[in-house]
């Protein structure tokens, strides 16, 4: 990447961190004030995800598969996998879920503001509708998966 696009990346697209998360374990925190409206989370690397179908990925590890399900944005049919792999860190991949969100997910890859968020405030995103269904938490150390209700 040349200079002045870093440069201008920095300046201009740098809100957040992967931190500490009052909500649950690890999220992502603003490291500055971000106004509403703000497209966040973008990279000046080709961060495009990759469409892959669901069923292409049948044969992979159950392990790897349990990892796509809690990281990756999916539907019935596919997923969309990081360009990068898994191996490599994307922020959104670390929004924890609340019902008053202050991010929406307006197109696979693409987030936005939905009100202005302060410095060291946890950006979150309603995970039942940016993928349009009930979101499936699994407790720890459960063996089965259940849908459950809650607002944060």
Same mark, same amino acid.
């Given at each position: 990447?040349?200079?002045?696009?870093?440069? $201008?990346?920095?300046? @201009?697209?740098?809100?957040? *961190?992967? !931190?500490?998360?009052?909500?649950?374990?690890?999220?992502? %925190?603003?490291?500055?004030?971000?106004?509403?409206?703000?497209?966040?989370?973008?990279?000046?690397?080709?961060?495009?995800?990759?469409?892959?179908?669901?069923?292409?990925?049948?044969?992979?590890?159950?392990?790897?598969?349990?990892?796509?399900?809690?990281?990756?944005? $999916?539907?019935?049919? @596919?997923?969309?996998?990081? *360009?990068? !792999?898994?191996?490599?860190?994307?922020?959104?991949?670390? %929004?924890?879920?609340?019902?008053?969100?202050?991010?929406?997910?307006?197109?696979?890859?693409?987030?936005?503001?939905?009100?202005?968020?302060?410095?060291?405030?946890?950006?979150?995103?309603?995970?039942?509708?940016?993928?349009?269904?009930?979101?499936?938490?699994?407790? $720890?150390?459960?063996?089965?998966?259940?849908?459950?209700?809650? !607002?944060?």
């Amino acid at each position: 990447m040349k200079r002045k696009k870093l440069l $201008r990346h920095l300046h @201009d697209e740098v809100y957040c *961190r992967i !931190g500490i998360s009052p909500i649950h374990g690890v999220g992502v %925190l603003a490291i500055r004030n971000i106004p509403k409206g703000v497209r966040v989370l973008e990279s000046p690397l080709p961060t495009r995800d990759v469409r892959v179908p669901k069923s292409m990925l049948k044969g992979a590890p159950g392990a790897v598969r349990r990892l796509l399900d809690a990281f990756c944005e $999916r539907d019935d049919r @596919d997923y969309w996998l990081p *360009r990068s !792999g898994l191996n490599a860190v994307s922020l959104y991949q670390y %929004l924890n879920h609340s019902k008053d969100a202050n991010v929406a997910l307006v197109r696979p890859g693409r987030y936005v503001t939905t009100r202005a968020i302060r410095t060291g405030e946890e950006l979150t995103l309603d995970y039942d509708r940016a993928f349009g269904e009930p979101h499936v938490f699994r407790a $720890r150390g459960a063996r089965r998966r259940t849908v459950v209700k809650r !607002g944060v």
